[in-house]
């Protein structure tokens, strides 16, 4: 376990923009051995995969959010960052940073998984 | 997209007894399903990835097994700590993740 942890605004007006920070403790994000997600769970809810970022700063998106979602990465600061635009309500729940760990199969496609989660943030959209 | 369907979504159990959680994915997967356990309040926990390989510290009480789009995670001997919700997640379609709605595990 790497201990990571989210940090940020817990209250963000509807239309603005929702910013966390996740800071990477026990090893250099820029190692390139790992890469970083965010994953949300609005209250009572399940899992939902945000993005990705990789070492050299590349993302994948959820299509759900790619329209509206900046995930980046700042080596110096050993961090990882989210920004959602245009919250709404259905934007609120918890935010998780998590590192993606990746294990190479006999055959086939390496398996990637989240090893390490943040105790998450706790983001409520309202005015 | 890959949907992934759990079931239950509740299960009730008692302590010591033997308990199987049910995943489906909408489309074959091969063995590229992991599964997470989460206690209220908390973040996930890594619990199985590959479809049955434990991470180091993980009870060998949880065992998973399956392959395409049908899946199980197995608990037996359940224990107090073990009450929790599980979630399973595909990583078939990398770099697109989806989990399962989940299956809550309480005490009968």
């Known amino acids: 376990q790497v201990p990571l942890q989210e940090s940020g605004p817990g209250l963000v007006k509807p239309s603005e923009t929702l910013s966390l920070t996740c800071n990477v403790s026990?090893?250099?994000?820029?190692?390139?051995?790992?890469?970083w997600g965010w994953i949300r769970q609005p209250p009572g809810k399940g899992l939902e995969w945000i993005g990705t970022?990789?070492?050299?700063?590349?993302?994948s998106y959820n299509p759900s959010f790619e329209s509206r979602v900046i995930i980046s990465v700042d080596t110096a600061k050993n961090q990882i960052s989210l920004k959602l635009t245009s919250v709404t309500a259905a934007d609120t729940g918890v935010y998780y940073c998590?590192?993606?760990?990746?294990?190479?199969?006999?055959?086939?496609?390496?398996?990637?998984?989240?090893?390490?989660w943040g105790q998450g943030s706790l983001v409520i959209v309202s005015s | 997209d890959i949907q992934m369907t759990q079931s239950p979504s509740s299960l009730s159990a008692s302590v010591g007894d033997r308990v199987t959680l049910t995943c489906r994915a909408s489309?074959?997967?091969?063995?590229?399903l992991n599964w997470y356990q989460q206690k209220p309040g908390k973040a996930p926990k890594l619990l199985i990835y590959?479809?049955?390989s434990l991470p180091s510290g993980v009870p060998s009480r949880f065992s998973g097994s399956g392959s395409g789009t049908d899946f199980t995670l197995t608990i037996s001997n359940v224990q107090p700590e073990d009450f929790a919700t599980y979630y399973c997640?595909?990583?078939?379609?990398?770099?697109?993740?989806?989990f399962g709605q989940g299956t809550n595990l309480d005490v009968k």
């Open positions: 590959a479809t049955s």
């Open positions: 026990g090893g250099s994000i820029s190692s390139g051995t790992y890469s």
């Open positions: 997640q595909q990583s078939y379609s990398t770099p697109q993740y989806t």
């Open positions: 970022v990789y070492h050299g700063g590349s993302t």
């Open positions: 998590a590192r993606r760990t990746n294990i190479a199969m006999i055959v086939g496609l390496p398996v990637f998984f989240f090893d390490s």
């Open positions: 489309q074959r997967i091969a063995t590229y």
